[in-house]
Each structure stands twice: as C-alpha cells, then as structure tokens.
C-alpha cells in the first residue's frame, strides 16, 4: 500500500482526491488537510510516502513545500495553473495534475506513482495488467466536477451536461436548466470529462453523448441547438456512434 497525504486549501478539492484515492486498492489515505504545516510534519516524520500537492496556498506554497520537505515523500502536484510544471519537474515530482481532474488521468498518475515507489509490486503485475476500475454506469448520475465562476465554485454533475462551448477566453457549459460560465480551455476541460460519455466534436464543442437527439450529416442536434461537426474531429466522432450502434 502507498500512504498517501493530501494538502489543500481547498476542501472541494480534498474532497474530490480523497474519493479518487479510495477507489484505487493499492491507494490508503492517511490524511487530508487544508494545512501545509502539519502535512510538512508528518511527511518529516516518514509516515507519508506520496503526497497529492496544491501549489498555491497562503501559509506555505506547494514549491516551497518541496523544497523544504526534501524528497522525504514523492510528490504529484495538483492545481489549476499549468505555469507550475517545469519548476515541478526540477523538483523531481512524479506528476503534475491540472484541476478540475479527471478520475482515469488520476489513476494513470497513481500508476506511475506506484511504479517508481513500490516498482517490485509494479512488476509482479505487469504480466496481468489491471484495468483502470470502472465506477457502476450508475454513478454517472452522481459524478460530478467543480468549476470556477465569477464569484463561487459551482459543482456541476455530469449527467446534467448538454454540451460545453469554447469561447476565446472561457467556456460555457450548458445544462437543461442554466448556462454556466467559467475560465477555462477546452483541452483542460475535455481531460477532465469521461471519454464514455464526451466528445469533442469540434474545436468550439463537446458534446454529451446521452444527450444527442440525431445526427445529420455534419450537424448533431440537441434540442434546439445544431452543433458542427469539425473536419479535424469527424472520422473519431463517428467511430465512437458507430461503435454505440446495434
């Protein structure tokens, strides 16, 4: 087992890899908290073996955690600002994790993690490789992802989802009730949402997958809305339908 710490100010964001680390079997949470300092503590006192780490904090950031940490623990990073990643990897972090995270690059993460910390156990089941673990289909109805808005972070529950629009410098995610706003790419976005269940069909576009209505030649239709679909994400987009069709 990996003893893993988690350290952010932000108890969404606790909340969310405390549930991912749960998930995984050769994962044990040991502590999550909002607090740099006493993580700092328990990492020094060598009952830590991978910490999941937020780069900006108020008391203590998570490159000056690093360093003052020593390589007493590995380390992946998470945050919402991908300026970090090179000073990360100077730092020898095992992964950088941009927010909001999606579970299947989560577990890739504690992969690679597992790899480098515990590479006997990792080689001992190479020979009968285990699938990422695959929530029930149910669980799509409970998921869900934060996003930052003007004034909040609003969880957004994926089931809710029509479609996502790129915009020059933000996105809108459109749900059956409300259009929420949020700073944001697409590619971030994209990673962060269940291949099974979203598409990108367009460099402007992704789309729900349970929420297309019809197909017509290189348009969907969901409700009211008539989405392109892009030359560059066209032969992916269709694989994907005709591998649903029966």
Do not use: W
């Amino acid at each position: 087992m990996i003893r893993c710490l988690v350290v952010d100010d932000e108890p969404l964001a606790l909340h969310i890899i405390e549930d991912y680390i749960n998930k995984i079997p050769f994962l044990q949470l040991v502590k999550a908290t909002t607090n740099p300092i006493e993580a700092l503590t328990l990492v020094q006192d060598g009952g830590v073996d991978l910490v999941y780490l937020d780069v900006q904090m108020p008391e203590l950031t998570g490159i000056q955690f690093l360093k003052i940490s020593n390589g007493k623990a590995k380390v992946i990073l998470t945050t919402a600002y991908p300026q970090y990643a090179l000073e990360g990897y100077e730092l020898d972090v095992i992964d950088y994790l941009l927010k909001p995270i999606a579970f299947d690059r989560f577990f890739k993460s504690a992969q690679k993690a597992q790899g480098i910390i515990n590479p006997t156990q990792k080689n001992q089941q190479a020979e009968a490789p285990q699938p990422i673990p695959q929530a029930p289909q149910s669980d799509f109805q409970s998921d869900f992802i934060f996003v930052k808005t003007e004034h909040k972070i609003q969880k957004v529950y994926l089931h809710d989802i029509m479609f996502i629009e790129g915009l020059k410098d933000y996105i809108s995610i459109f749900t059956e009730e409300e259009r929420i706003i949020t700073l944001q790419n697409m590619k971030k976005m994209e990673d962060a949402l269940p291949e099974r269940h979203f598409v990108r069909v367009h460099k402007s576009y992704i789309v729900a997958l349970n929420k297309i209505d019809s197909i017509e030649r290189s348009r969907i239709f969901i409700g009211d809305k008539i989405i392109p679909v892009g030359d560059t994400y066209r032969d992916q987009f269709f694989k994907v339908i005709e591998d649903r069709n029966v």
